[in-house]
């Protein structure tokens, strides 16, 4: 691929930019120590379904993230397994339209 030399000008300004600086600190302890609701105490279970249009290896279906932003905004107490019970499963679809992943919460 041959880039003209404006083109390279372009992206070598764009590459050599400084990173955009996030608009609030990002907080790195679960939020119960700022004072978040208390849910159920009761262990609730968590089911996360990734639809993708190719399936992964199990070990790449990776949840972490989604558990985290569960813990982060208080709706679980915890991500250990004594107050979770956590499913992780994944379904073919046709289209990247159809592609997302959706999160299913039940407490007892």
């Known amino acids: 691929m041959r880039v003209t030399e404006e083109e390279y000008e372009k992206l070598k300004t764009?590459?050599?930019?400084?990173?955009?600086?996030?608009?609030?600190?990002?907080?790195?302890?679960?939020?119960?120590?700022?004072?978040?609701?208390?849910?159920?105490?009761?262990?609730?279970?968590v089911c996360i379904t990734s639809f993708t249009t190719r399936l992964q290896d199990p070990d790449n279906c990776c949840p972490k993230y989604h558990i985290d932003a569960l813990r982060y905004a208080g709706i679980i107490k915890d991500d250990r397994a004594k107050d979770i019970e956590l499913f992780v499963y994944q379904e073919k679809v046709k289209t990247k339209k159809e592609e997302r992943i959706e999160i299913e919460i039940q407490f007892s």
């Open 14 to 45: 764009r590459l050599t930019r400084a990173p955009a600086q996030p608009k609030h600190t990002p907080q790195h302890e679960p939020l119960e120590a700022h004072g978040a609701q208390e849910t159920d105490t009761s262990r609730p279970v």
